[in-house]
């Protein structure tokens, strides 16, 4: 699949084993929708272990309870590019890379759109 442009209308927390995975339900411009996961690195970057289970390498079942709604308000409506890799689909937010700074206005000129 070509790597697909969508935003994130739902995100749940699963577990694939014993693992953390955050499943995504992704819509496309063109009214697609697709399920995709975000990759460790993503989900890491959102729930910091941490913070969460500190050194502990076990975490209580209950901790999903807490995990879902963060996992909800940091993804939700958010763009994501999908992307399949060994026969499943992830998505992952857009890089800073192309996100360029405008240079500052100069002393005493007008700031901002239209002025």
């Known amino acids: ?3 697909a442009m ?18 995504l339900r992704v819509a496309t411009a063109d009214g697609q929708t697709l399920e995709a996961y975000l990759p460790d690195r993503e989900l890491a970057a959102l729930l ?7 050194s502990e390498r076990r975490a209580p079942p209950e901790l999903l309870s807490t995990i879902e709604p963060m996992l909800v308000r940091l993804a939700m409506g958010r ?4 992307w399949s ?10 890089p800073w890379r192309p996100v360029r700074f405008a240079a500052e206005p100069a002393q ?8």
């Open 108 to 115: 005493g000129a007008p700031a901002g759109p239209g002025a």
């Open 48 to 54: 910091p272990r941490s913070i969460l289970v500190g």
């Open 85 to 94: 890799y060994r026969e499943r689909s992830y998505a992952s937010f857009l």
């Open 6 to 23: 969508g935003r994130v209308e739902e995100a749940r927390p699963v577990l694939e084993g014993e693992r953390l995975k955050a499943r």
């Open 79 to 82: 763009q994501v590019r999908v």
């Open 1 to 3: 699949m070509k790597a």
